[in-house]
């Protein structure tokens, strides 16, 4: 596979961690806007009223600290060495804005999607009370 057909790969698997996180915490009764592009980073989740907004990060991408996922391939390390560093750099220095502007950041790895019983109580730990369910 050339460079960019793998990119492409790791891109589209990366997907379906950022929609079972969506799905879970629809389900838990959180209402959210989705990559809201004024804000640093353009946050996956954003919990305006709340001042709060949630990242799910791919293991590889954002090199997740410890993670079997988040190795520097061995082919290319010359690209993918300060690519993934730029990526890790670029993180931190959002969430430091969203921070200094106010907003309160959870980041969850892509890793961490498969417990979903963990998962709903970070979640609900992060985000506190849940709004009002209307009753039909
Ligand atoms: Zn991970």
Redesign the pocket.
């Known amino acids: 596979m050339d460079r960019s057909a793998n990119m492409r790969a790791i891109r589209s698997k990366g997907m379906r961690p950022e929609l079972a996180v969506r799905s879970l915490v629809h389900k838990m009764g959180y209402r959210y806007r989705l990559h809201k592009k004024d804000l640093p980073g353009k946050p996956d989740l954003v919990f305006a009223s709340r001042r709060k907004v949630i990242f799910v990060h791919g ?1 590889f991408w954002h090199s ?1 600290y410890g ?1 079997s ?2 190795h520097v391939p061995k082919s290319n390390q010359d690209y993918w060495g300060p690519k993934l560093r730029r990526n890790q750099s670029r993180d931190r220095r959002n969430i430091k804005n969203l921070g200094l502007a106010g907003w309160s950041s959870l980041i969850i ?3 961490e999607t498969k417990d979903t019983t963990s998962l709903e109580k970070r979640v609900k730990r992060f985000l506190g009370r849940k709004p009002n369910v209307e009753v039909r």
């Open positions: 293991c997740h993670c996922a988040a790895w892509e890793c």
